[in-house]
């Protein structure tokens, strides 16, 4: 019994890594995007790391980490990574 269980808890431990895996190579690298402030194009990078590891349980939570309308943007609301879902 305590085989099996500690089976189970292996396997759904392998889905949660393999998830949080899938979304860190999702994100990572440069993404094109519309800025909606401007509607003009900018590169973004994503906090890799934090959308990797907030996806474990939900869809994951996307932040900015570098644009290429910063600094001259910055401080905007990031609306921009919703084009990226």
Known sequence: M???LLFL???IIVFFIAR???????LR???????PGDRKRAIIR???????VTSALND????I??????PKKSGCDEACVRQDQ
């Open 2 to 4: 305590v085989s099996e």
């Open 9 to 11: 808890v292996r396997r």
């Open 20 to 26: 949080m895996g899938w979304s860190f190579y999702r």
């Open 29 to 35: 690298g440069r993404h094109a995007v519309v800025c």
């Open 46 to 52: 994503f906090r890799t790391t934090h959308g990797a």
């Open 60 to 63: 994951p939570e996307l932040k």
């Open 65 to 70: 980490r570098t644009c290429s309308r910063w």
